[in-house]
């Protein structure tokens, strides 16, 4: 559906039509009966999404419509467009007479074709503009009225693409007067159908990248080829290396309570599983030296307790004698207590031993005397005996701490890191890595990397860089404008004339103009730029100008520039002259004489226009009401209508500079301000004009440019001839012409190929010549050779 306000709309739909051969998609609207007040005509985003998405990339479509507009009125049919960007978009000009068609192309420029012709006539007429690829056709009330080749259309439409109907927005584009039958056909060949210009450009197009992926795909195939040839030809088996021992892949063994395997070069271990054991009678689990797991052990019972084999304790008697027991064949058996060493320390620093009858003094070093601790498990000393304890980090596979592993910290969230950093696990420990675009400033935690001191930004260099947690911001300097990664220059009050804004507030005027705002034109007429030759008038133009053939002469084909190619107009033998029956023509340089025979007495009256006009008759002309004609003595002459403001009953038609309204006045394109009816100005390369609150817009005229070669300096609106193809925009590609590579592959003119066996060297095919650029530079093939059927490198 659409959304509409002020105007009368009778149906809506999408239709999709079927025939035998052809399938056609499109927009219809049978009826839109457009008043003359504020509207807002527009496919709903949902509906203009749904044909879109059968459009985009499309190069193969019609336009048909069937309309009825106002006289003199300027207005858009219909307008596919994003932001700026006129995708296309058909208008008709009834204050030029002209139909416009507005498109982009695959360079992302901006085009517009002229069809001179009246539309805006108030009559009925039916239109048809038929596109394929780059051929196009117009027909209007079923007479093909143009055929012409143009750049193809670009059609990817980007998401916010709106449809527009009778308006290019809602305040600019407002056509007045009825359509009716409005369609946009998206055609679909079938495959056995003829193949189209679209079709014929689309296969061109896949063969030469069809070419291009087989040289790179080919070259790649060979270099892998000899790769693996090598590799067929050795094996390299990767090793493990732990504790100074090498162990070959896909080995294992025990290490301490781990079983450890070497898998493609890395050691990996798991928990040693102990098995369950069944002692015999007088007998238990123990843990013994040197193994992981408990082992069976004989055992002793003595005063209630369980003693292993050579497991000692000491009894004392009620005198104080110590007595000194070993576990033997399951006895505790007496043994001798020996002679006990002579102590340094006072009594009351002596420590009594269970597993002997000498004492120690306080502090004594049991772990010299041999412990059982092992890999990861440290000895210290308790008051009367030795104990082992894990370091740090690590955790005990068994009870007495003899045995431990590693803690992964960072899986079991024991860890200490803070944000902005990632844990990573060590050997009894963990390390808190700072993540991309951060700095350290502890062992735990990271500050954002200040990308702003650093220069590892992205801003542009009128934008201040602000550091923020992991990145920065852009922000544009003042004076400037933009997203902070481009700024571009703001000027208060615009740049106008095609100026752009190269610094705060100033203005890089185009050729032709000057002023704060590029606001002025140059008169290069006046102002004494500019010499014509006698025969020709300068005309000043907005931005330019250009020597126009006088009256009486016209040029004679060259169009030389300086007006030199104008030449005299034989009025009277032409029948351009304007003299009464009774007068005979006598052709003039630059002119005519109507002479009265001798002896004849000749009344002056003037032929304009197949009709007589009396000497000293006026008359306004019929086609143009802003023009006045007079007769004098056989002479037509004719002049613009004198526009005096201070007359309350002048013509505002002819005279828009004198109307008042604010209804007249038209706003500028971007909306910052507006024009009197009469202004002119140039918004994109395009001619601008505000007549009674109505803006038409039609492009500037450019010389024809006839060259193979072609440029659009920045910032200028009309093509040059360059002989540097690397400094081309455009070139005439002939695709009957061919190049062979170096690898002695066909390559269509205008293809483009990376050299086989280099990164940096792109070749490009051209009508005469291989242009190779690499690094940014282009030079041309030292190598050239012409056949009859095709150019070579």
């Known amino acids: 559906g659409l959304d509409v306000a002020g105007c009368i709309l009778t149906y809506i739909s999408i239709v999709v039509l079927e025939f035998p051969q052809v399938w056609e998609l499109g927009m219809f609207f049978p009826l839109l009966f457009i008043l003359d007040t504020s509207r807002n005509v527009k496919a709903s985003p949902e509906t203009a999404e749904i044909f879109f998405q059968k459009l985009r990339n499309k190069c193969e479509f019609t336009i048909l419509v069937t309309l009825k507009q106002t006289h003199l009125n300027s207005g858009v049919i219909l307008s596919i467009h994003h932001l700026d960007h006129r995708y296309l978009e058909l208008e008709s000009s009834g204050h030029r007479n002209e139909i416009r068609l507005h498109y982009r192309s695959g360079s992302h420029r901006s085009h517009t074709e002229v069809f001179p012709y009246i539309l805006a006539d108030d009559k009925w007429h039916r239109l048809s503009l038929a596109i394929s690829a780059s051929h196009l056709i117009l027909h209007v009330d079923c007479n093909k009225i143009y055929e012409r080749v143009v750049e193809k259309p670009f059609m990817d439409l980007p998401l916010g693409t709106t449809f527009w109907l009778g308006q290019r927005n809602t305040a600019h584009g407002y056509f007045k007067g009825i359509m009716q039958d409005v369609q946009l056909l998206v055609c679909f060949l079938p495959s056995f159908s003829c193949p189209t210009c679209n079709d014929f450009h689309g296969l061109v197009q896949k063969i030469m990248e069809l070419q291009d992926i087989l040289a790179k795909t080919s070259a790649k195939l060979s270099q892998a080829e000899q790769r693996m040839n090598k590799l067929d030809q050795c094996y390299c088996e990767r090793t493990c290396t732990m504790k100074g021992t090498t162990y070959r892949e896909f080995e294992s063994w025990t290490d301490g309570c781990k079983n450890c395997t070497c898998m493609n070069g890395t050691v990996q271990c798991e928990a040693l599983v102990c098995p369950l054991a069944d002692c015999p009678l007088n007998s238990a689990l123990t843990y013994v030296d040197g193994k992981c797991c408990k082992e069976c052990q004989s055992v002793c019972v003595f005063e209630g307790r369980t003693y292993f084999e050579g497991q000692r304790e000491t009894v004392y008697s009620g005198s104080g004698d110590c007595v000194l027991f070993e576990c033997k064949d399951h006895k505790m058996q007496r043994i001798p207590k020996g002679i006990c060493p002579a102590l340094s320390c006072p009594e009351s620093q002596q420590i009594p031993l269970s597993h002997s009858c000498c004492k120690v003094c306080k502090g004594h070093d049991f772990c010299t005397e041999g412990h059982n601790c092992m890999e990861h498990s440290v000895c210290r000393n308790l008051e009367d005996r030795a104990v082992c304890s894990c370091r740090d980090g690590f955790r005990a596979l068994r009870e007495d701490n003899a045995y431990c592993e590693d803690i992964d910290e960072c899986a079991e969230g024991r860890h200490y890191c803070r944000e902005n950093t990632m844990c990573v696990n060590t050997p009894g420990s963990f390390m808190c890595v700072c993540k991309t675009g951060y700095i350290r400033i502890d062992d735990y935690s990271c500050t954002e990397h200040d990308e702003c001191v650093t220069n590892q930004h992205n801003c542009d260099e009128n934008a201040l860089c602000f550091n923020t947690v992991g990145g920065h911001n852009c922000v544009c300097k003042p004076g400037y404008t933009g997203n902070g990664t481009i700024c571009k220059a703001f000027c208060k009050d615009g740049c106008r004339n095609g100026g752009a804004c190269i610094a705060s507030n100033v203005c890089a005027c185009p050729q032709g103009f000057t002023g704060p705002s590029c606001e002025t034109d140059i008169d290069e007429c006046s102002d004494g730029f500019v010499q014509c030759d006698s025969r020709a008038n300068c005309i000043n133009l907005p931005g330019w100008y250009h020597c126009e053939c006088r009256d009486g002469y016209h040029d004679n084909g060259m169009f030389s520039p300086s007006g030199e190619s104008c030449e005299d107009i034989d009025e009277c033998g032409t029948g351009r002259h304007s003299c009464a029956n009774d007068t005979v023509c006598f052709n003039l340089d630059g002119g005519y004489d109507c002479r009265c025979p001798h002896g004849k007495n000749c009344t002056g009256d003037c032929i304009h226009e197949g009709k007589i006009k009396h000497n000293g008759q006026i008359w306004v002309l019929e086609n143009d009401r802003c023009s006045v004609c007079s007769c004098q003595n056989g002479y037509v002459m004719c002049r613009r209508m004198v526009c005096d403001c201070q007359n309350p009953t002048v013509d505002l038609f002819c005279c828009p500079e004198c109307d008042p309204r604010l209804s007249s006045q038209c706003l500028h394109q971007s909306g910052e301000f507006s024009y009197n009816s009469g202004d002119s100005w140039i918004q994109n390369c395009q001619q601008c004009r505000c007549l009674q609150g109505e803006v038409d817009c039609w492009p500037l005229p450019c010389p024809e440019v006839d ?87």
């Open 707 to 793: 060259c193979e070669f072609s440029m659009l300096p920045e910032n200028e609106c009309c093509p040059r001839c360059v002989s540097d193809p690397c400094q081309a925009d455009t070139i005439r590609n002939d695709i009957t012409k061919t190049c062979l590579d170096e690898t002695n592959v066909v390559r269509f003119t205008g293809s483009s190929w990376i050299k086989h066996g280099t990164e940096c060297t792109l070749c490009q095919c051209k009508v005469i010549k291989v242009i190779k650029m690499g690094h940014n530079m282009c030079s041309t093939a030292a190598k050239e050779r012409e056949q009859d059927s095709y150019t070579v490198p």
